[in-house]
């Protein structure tokens, strides 16, 4: 679960009617004490492309591209590099 996650289920906590006064107070001081900045970080990477990616995934999705009939050699080269690359 991503921070964006988390935080957008802590703004939706504020805004439920059917929260205790409790869970909202809880939802309002975790997003106050930095889990908001947080977000913005990981917003203000991927908008740049440092964000991390879960490289198994990654790593699946270059051996998915080695398999696929409708990719050329090029990227199919490129793939493997990639995946020597993330796996060593």
């Given at each position: 679960?991503?921070q964006g996650?988390?935080?957008?289920?802590?703004?939706?906590?504020?805004?439920?009617?059917?929260?205790?006064?409790?869970?909202?107070?809880?939802?309002?001081?975790?997003?106050?004490?930095?889990?908001?900045?947080?977000?913005?970080?990981?917003?203000?990477?991927?908008?740049?492309?440092?964000?991390?990616?879960?490289?198994?995934?990654?790593?699946?999705?270059?051996?998915?591209?080695?398999?696929?009939?409708?990719?050329?050699?090029?990227?199919?080269?490129?793939?493997?590099?990639?995946?020597?690359?993330?796996?060593?």
């Open positions: 679960m991503t996650n988390v935080a957008g289920g802590y703004k939706a906590t504020l805004s439920n009617p059917n929260t205790s006064d409790e869970a909202k107070q809880h939802a309002q001081e975790v997003l106050d004490n930095g889990l908001q900045d947080q977000v913005d970080d990981q917003k203000l990477a991927d908008e740049e492309g440092t964000g991390a990616k879960n490289t198994g995934n990654v790593i699946g999705g270059y051996k998915a591209t080695l398999k696929n009939p409708n990719v050329s050699e090029e990227a199919k080269e490129h793939a493997k590099e990639k995946i020597d690359e993330l796996s060593g």
